[in-house]
Nanobody, 129 residues
Framework: QLQFVESGGGLVQPGGSLRLSCTASGFSLLYYAIGWFRQAPGKEYEGVAC????????YYGDSVKGRFTISMDIAKNWVYLQLNSLRPDETGVYYC??????????????????????WGQGAQVTVSS
């Protein structure tokens, strides 16, 4: 069973950067679309970004466009999320998961985290001075 493992979280000052990584042991991520989500304390899951491993097309939530970048090294079975210009309200646990099906545009699916599968344990990101 595919299970993601996220890493790279930590404490960063406002305006700082982090790079999160996500991989799945024993399963190739090729042919999947991989999404990143986050959950702030006491809040619902929020879709952050998604990447199609076929072609590498990327999709972003409105709140992170221009600051976050999703990428992949599919040969090594890794998906990354570069977080720049972080804000305190972006503190939370960041997860990756597989997208359902095959879509031309995954942006709308970022609003439906329950449709994604194989969630990992997440990586804690704390933005604080």
């Amino acid at each position: 069973q595919l299970q993601f493992v996220e890493s790279g979280g930590g404490l960063v000052q406002p305006g700082g950067s982090l790079r999160l990584s996500c991989t799945a042991s024993g399963f190739s991520l090729l042919y999947y679309a991989i999404g990143w989500f986050r959950q702030a304390p006491g809040k619902e899951y929020e879709g952050v970004a998604c990447i199609s491993t076929i072609g590498g097309k990327t999709y972003y939530g409105d709140s992170v466009k221009g600051r976050f970048t999703i990428s992949m090294d599919i040969a090594k079975n890794w998906v990354y999320l570069q977080l720049n210009s972080l804000r305190p309200d972006e503190t939370g646990v960041y997860y990756c998961a597989t997208a359902p099906g095959d879509y031309d545009d995954y942006t709308p699916l970022l609003n439906f985290p329950s449709r994604f599968k194989s969630w990992g344990q997440g990586a804690q990101v704390t933005v604080s001075s």
